[in-house]
């Protein structure tokens, strides 16, 4: 038998088990830089593929950037934080390493670092002023060399006659007379 409408009004259907805490679907973006660190950016939505979008474009304009999901009653709590300054400092050592003709960074080198790009671009840069201090002081020992051996070769060259020639003593034409004295004039 069906319900009158008295019993209808009554009769409550029982509450589904869900949970109804306000904007729990709620996904907010905060980011700040270093040079004005009082002033942060703050975006609430309800979009998740904008809430990422939002999280990636801040950190490709080089802020601090935390990504949250609603934990309900104005909790929120992290799913993703990064340094937007680091990340462009990475990408900006990593070019530098391809234009100024460095090998890339290998992928054993230091792989859970986050300034691995950075450490290698520094590395390189300074095994490089190495084999350039040493590629000029070679070429400093070579041209003393080359001079070294252009000054014998000019000096050879000049005395070469007189090398060549037997000493002033033994020519004919200075030579000197024996003076033959007795030992008491002396």
Do not use: C
């Amino acid at each position: 038998m069906s319900p009158t409408p008295k019993q209808a009004r009554t009769h409550r259907r029982k509450a589904a088990p869900r949970d109804r805490t306000k904007n729990v679907t709620q996904w907010r973006v905060e980011a700040s830089w270093n040079h004005r660190p009082d002033d942060p950016v703050v975006i609430r939505t309800s979009d998740r593929k904008r809430a990422r979008k939002a999280f990636r474009d801040l950190l490709d304009k080089g802020a601090y950037v935390i990504f949250q999901e609603h934990a309900g009653w104005d909790r929120w709590r992290t799913v993703d934080e990064q340094n937007g300054a680091d990340l462009l400092a990475e990408r900006e050592a990593e070019q530098q390493l391809a234009t100024a003709g460095h090998p890339p960074t290998p992928p054993g080198y230091r792989p859970d670092a986050d300034d691995r790009h950075r450490t290698w671009l520094a590395r390189m840069e300074a095994r490089a002023e190495v084999e350039q201090q040493l590629a000029e002081q070679a070429a400093r020992d070579q041209a003393e060399a080359d001079a070294r051996r252009r000054r014998l070769a000019a000096e050879a060259a000049r005395d070469a006659r007189a090398l060549m020639s037997p000493p002033a003593i033994v020519r004919p034409e200075n030579r000197q007379r024996a003076r033959h004295i007795t030992g008491a004039q002396r």
